[in-house]
């Protein structure tokens, strides 16, 4: 299904329309401030298997990044010094993705278990903010695939609901989204390490 939500005034129907179909464990392609993404449950090991399979990953091998609600829930899911709170708190919300060793004993299903890091993302985005905080846990999320020569299908809702609808179980129309990713800062050591530049402006 295509669900209509205005940026401007995320329409609190609509909201809980996307977070029912996560909370029962599906797929759901929603607008970030970078590119449009697929997201599921974090806490849902078949959710999470669903979204590896749909985009052809293996989750043991890949890098996997959660979407949290805000700083006070990231420390749940991955170890933050000093140093790199100071980083998320100067960057995000935005369109940065911040690897960081992941918590022993997190509440993220077994898949995650045996990682030694995991990619948080904040977005500037008040749909997906709305649905995060609504759902009262991390998102999963995987960009829509990209190809250059067929852009519209992953920056036009309704073209990316005409792709992709037999494969998840909602799509979120926030307006045309970008082409662009996010930039990705690793953080697991003593000093920062520019994985991928993308969006987000970095020193």
Not at 115 to 140: A, K, Q, S, W, Y
Not at 171 to 198: A, H, K, N, P, Y
């Amino acid at each position: 299904m295509l669900i209509r939500i205005y940026s401007e005034n995320p329409n609190a129907k609509e909201i809980n329309r996307v977070v029912k179909v996560l909370q029962d464990g599906g797929l759901a392609i929603c607008p970030t401030d970078t590119l449009y993404a697929v997201c599921c449950s974090a806490l849902s090991v078949c959710a999470v298997e669903k979204i590896c399979r749909m985009r052809g990953v293996d989750p043991q091998k890949c890098r996997l990044s959660i979407i949290c609600a805000g700083l006070s829930g990231v420390s749940r899911y991955a170890r933050v010094n000093n140093a790199a709170f100071g980083l998320l708190k100067q960057y995000l919300p935005g369109p940065y993705t911040f690897i960081l060793p992941t918590v022993n004993g997190s509440e993220l299903p077994r898949l995650f278990r045996h990682r030694r890091e995991i990619g948080i993302r904040i977005p500037d985005n008040p749909i997906m903010n709305e649905i995060v905080h609504t759902l009262n846990g991390p998102l999963l999320t995987m960009s829509v695939p990209y190809d250059g020569d067929e852009s519209e299908y992953a920056t036009d809702p309704e073209l990316i609901h005409e792709r992709y609808r037999t494969l998840v179980d909602a799509v979120v129309d926030g307006g045309f989204g970008g082409t662009e990713g996010s930039t990705v800062i690793d953080c697991t050591t003593d000093e920062t390490t520019l994985v991928r530049q993308g969006k987000g402006v970095w020193p």
